[in-house]
T-cell receptor, first 113, second 112 residues
């Protein structure tokens, strides 16, 4: 079974630009979550989608948004990029229900210059 | 306010011995706990989990212990192998949600 696939693996953007990251979950997984990892803040929850609806949202500004498609694939978008947005962005998918662990992709490394 | 804490940034263990990684949490609403292993340039890999109705869960060389009264969990790896060298994260969730709160991680080094 293929794992969680994230594209692209690496991105370099300039301040003020916007970026879209893509995530394909494990087949059969309908919940997709996004996390940001930085050296200073560690792994932080961004948002979760299930059945094309945002179920939970972390404490991030509105510049961070996402969506999920009917095939469970998900995208996240960051607008008006800031230097502090440089991070590893991780997507995770899971089955629905208690006791279903999240399975992570290898992430997209975003560098903002 | 860190709700999940891993107070040891690093741990060094000899091959074949036991590795014990610790995690403390403050939110009593957490009812599901997980451990992940992470290699550089890869995403976290799920290792083992435990729900709050249990105090122990085993999977091969990995055992997780949960002490709800102390709000403490630990991961035991026996025997430790050099391939176990990685950063280990504990994470917690409540109400079956997929919003995980992670600890800061512990770097485990297993020496041959």
């Amino acid at each position: 079974k293929a794992g969680v696939t994230q594209t692209p693996r690496y991105l370099i953007k300039t301040r003020g630009q916007q970026v879209t990251l893509s995530c394909s979950p494990i087949s059969g997984h309908r919940s997709v979550s996004w996390y940001q990892q930085t050296p200073g803040q560690g792994l932080q929850f961004l948002f979760e989608y299930f059945s094309e609806t945002q179920r939970n949202k972390g404490n991030f500004p509105g510049r961070f948004s996402g969506r999920q498609f009917s095939n469970s694939r998900s995208e996240m978008n960051v607008s008006t990029l800031e230097l502090g947005d440089s991070a590893l962005y991780l997507c995770a998918s899971s089955l629905v229900g208690f006791g279903s662990p999240l399975h992570f992709g290898n992430g997209t490394r975003l560098t903002v210059t | 306010d860190q709700q999940v804490k891993q107070n040891s940034p690093s741990l060094s263990v000899q091959e074949g011995r036991i590795s014990i990684l610790n995690c403390d949490y403050t939110n009593s609403m957490f009812d599901y706990f997980l451990w992940y292993k992470k290699y550089p340039a890869e995403g976290p890999t799920f290792l083992i989990s435990i729900s709050s109705i249990k105090d122990k869960n085993e999977d091969g060389r990995f055992t997780v212990f949960l002490n709800k009264s102390a709000k403490h969990l630990s991961l035991h790896i026996v025997p430790s192998q050099p391939g176990d060298s990685a950063v280990y994260f504990c994470a917690a969730a409540n109400n079956a949600g997929n919003m995980l709160t992670f600890g800061g991680g512990t770097r485990l080094m297993v020496k041959p």
